[in-house]
């Protein structure tokens, strides 16, 4: 997941913050290319560590436990910059959509869904939760399994709780990545995920692990890291179910929102009827009639004329999983292209610059064509694309800004 208010479970901050803080989007940060992500010395962790000790002995974990699970750990400052970056917080809906469900993601998920097609009906018999809800949940965290992170989870959760900012929240998901361990239920080679602890298929951190984990394929153990997700998605479910969600109803949909529309009737806050929407003009954005599922809201992330939903109760419930408003459409706009719909029927348009998703991804790779290494052709602009940018307009002899513009992109074509 990404980073619950309640359950902090990373992502696409995280992950992509996270980081999701992701790829949930992007490739997840490897700690044997990264520095950051390697153990290093720090005399004040290091006594934060003998202090923790002592309180979770105080708590029923054994010396065993605690000697077998530090081993080879350490502080990471890697996390604590990741956890000031998180992708879901900070980039355009455009943006984050690019990078969390582009579609050759959604064409690789279709397939990786189709096999896991029996296990997830299973799961949603059970607990109510769709089972293309609980596939784009999966896509989004790990790449639909196949990006699981490799950050060593104690190592990440002792050093976001020696940091303090939100020490006591970490410190709750360290003791209970030991409880894990002591339960037998992972190896403490097994838990590895996100930045901030997240594990397993559906990246849950060890809070709502302890809360939810579900042995739903009866093998005695409520398994999350393995190769069968089949534990990872009852656990999800069951999360979702716990929350509120509520079975047979949807997460929202795509509308489109009349002229003069007012934007101060946007947001979550501002719910309303379904009639009540239908009366001020709020159409599905590929026809027929609005479904009604209770009191909705209606968003438009980046402000009228883009992309705009209407959303319901159990939106509300995904955004428990992940706070970020982005990261619940996406988990909704991946779900609908995973039981087969299309892309969105709106156009997100020209960004400031007057560029579309597809000239930022031409630009890219006329840059990286010219020998300048632009990154992924994902048409999502960060520091790689800026630095590409500059060394084009440097060994041009341009005006060096960093900039991307329409001008720039016709030199590279």
């Given at each position: 997941?990404?980073?619950?208010?309640?359950?902090f479970t990373v992502s696409a901050a995280a992950f992509l913050a996270g980081c999701r803080a992701g790829t949930?989007?992007?490739?997840?940060?490897?700690?044997?290319?990264?520095?950051?992500?390697?153990?290093?010395?720090?005399?004040?962790?290091?006594?934060?560590?003998?202090?923790?000790?002592?309180?979770?002995?105080?708590?029923?974990?054994?010396?065993?436990?605690?000697?077998?699970?530090?081993?080879?750990?350490?502080?990471?400052?890697?996390?604590?910059?990741?956890?000031?970056?998180?992708?879901?917080?900070?980039?355009?809906?455009?943006?984050?959509?690019?990078?969390?469900?582009?579609?050759?993601?959604?064409?690789?998920?279709?397939?990786?869904?189709?096999?896991?097609?029996?296990?997830?009906?299973?799961?949603?018999?059970?607990?109510?939760?769709?089972?293309?809800?609980?596939?784009?949940?999966?896509?989004?965290?790990?790449?639909?399994?196949?990006?699981?992170?490799?950050?060593?989870?104690?190592?990440?959760?002792?050093?976001?709780?020696?940091?303090?900012?939100?020490?006591?929240?970490?410190?709750?998901?360290?003791?209970?990545?030991?409880?894990?361990?002591?339960?037998?239920?992972?190896?403490?080679?097994?838990?590895?995920?996100?930045?901030?602890?997240?594990?397993?298929?559906?990246?849950?951190?060890?809070?709502?692990?302890?809360?939810?984990?579900?042995?739903?394929?009866?093998?005695?153990?409520?398994?999350?890291?393995?190769?069968?997700?089949?534990?990872?998605?009852?656990?999800?479910?069951?999360?979702?179910?716990k929350a509120g969600w509520r079975k047979g109803g949807l997460w929202g949909l795509e509308v489109t929102l009349?002229?003069?529309?007012?934007?101060?009737?946007?947001?979550?806050r501002n719910k309303r009827s379904v009639d009540s929407w239908r009366a001020a003009g709020v159409r599905p954005?590929?026809?027929?009639?609005?479904?009604?599922?209770?009191?909705?809201?209606?968003?438009?992330?980046?402000?009228?004329?883009?992309?705009?939903?209407?959303?319901?109760?159990?939106?509300?419930?995904?955004?428990?999983?992940?706070?970020?408003?982005?990261?619940?459409?996406?988990?909704?706009?991946?779900?609908?292209?995973?039981?087969?719909?299309?892309?969105?029927?709106?156009?997100?348009?020209?960004?400031?610059?007057?560029?579309?998703?597809?000239?930022?991804?031409?630009?890219?790779?006329?840059?990286?064509?010219?020998?300048?290494?632009?990154?992924?052709?994902?048409?999502?602009?960060?520091?790689?694309?800026?630095?590409?940018?500059?060394?084009?307009?440097?060994?041009?002899?341009?005006?060096?800004?960093?900039?991307?513009?329409?001008?720039?992109?016709?030199?590279?074509?």
């Amino acid at each position: 997941m990404t980073i619950s208010r309640r359950f902090f479970t990373v992502s696409a901050a995280a992950f992509l913050a996270g980081c999701r803080a992701g790829t949930p989007a992007v490739a997840r940060p490897d700690p044997l290319t990264d520095p950051g992500l390697r153990p290093q010395p720090n005399a004040s962790y290091d006594a934060w560590v003998r202090a923790f000790r002592d309180r979770a002995r105080s708590r029923g974990i054994s010396n065993a436990t605690l000697d077998a699970a530090f081993r080879g750990q350490g502080y990471l400052p890697g996390v604590i910059e990741r956890d000031r970056n998180q992708t879901e917080f900070k980039r355009s809906l455009e943006d984050y959509l690019a990078i969390v469900a582009p579609e050759d993601k959604v064409i690789f998920g279709k397939r990786l869904y189709a096999q896991q097609r029996s296990a997830l009906s299973r799961v949603e018999a059970r607990y109510g939760v769709p089972a293309n809800i609980m596939g784009s949940i999966w896509g989004l965290e790990s790449y639909f399994g196949t990006k699981r992170g490799q950050i060593p989870v104690i190592s990440a959760t002792s050093t976001l709780a020696w940091e303090g900012r939100r020490g006591r929240f970490f410190e709750s998901n360290l003791m209970n990545a030991l409880r894990i361990v002591q339960s037998g239920d992972a190896r403490p080679a097994q838990l590895k995920g996100s930045w901030a602890g997240a594990m397993g298929h559906t990246q849950l951190i060890p809070d709502a692990y302890q809360a939810h984990a579900v042995d739903f394929n009866g093998d005695g153990k409520r398994d999350i890291w393995t190769d069968d997700p089949t534990d990872a998605f009852a656990t999800t479910a069951n999360f979702l179910a716990k929350a509120g969600w509520r079975k047979g109803g949807l997460w929202g949909l795509e509308v489109t929102l009349p002229s003069g529309f007012n934007p101060g009737s946007l947001g979550r806050r501002n719910k309303r009827s379904v009639d009540s929407w239908r009366a001020a003009g709020v159409r599905p954005a590929r026809g027929g009639k609005l479904p009604d599922h209770g009191a909705a809201a209606i968003l438009a992330p980046m402000g009228l004329g883009k992309p705009a939903f209407m959303v319901f109760r159990n939106f509300d419930m995904i955004l428990r999983y992940n706070p970020s408003e982005n990261y619940g459409l996406a988990v909704g706009y991946m779900a609908g292209r995973l039981a087969g719909g299309g892309p969105l029927v709106a156009s997100f348009g020209p960004d400031k610059y007057g560029m579309t998703l597809q000239d930022r991804k031409d630009l890219q790779k006329g840059l990286t064509r010219a020998g300048f290494d632009a990154g992924k052709a994902d048409g999502v602009f960060g520091k790689k694309t800026e630095a590409a940018i500059r060394a084009y307009q440097r060994a041009k002899g341009l005006p060096i800004d960093g900039l991307p513009s329409r001008s720039l992109l016709l030199k590279l074509r």
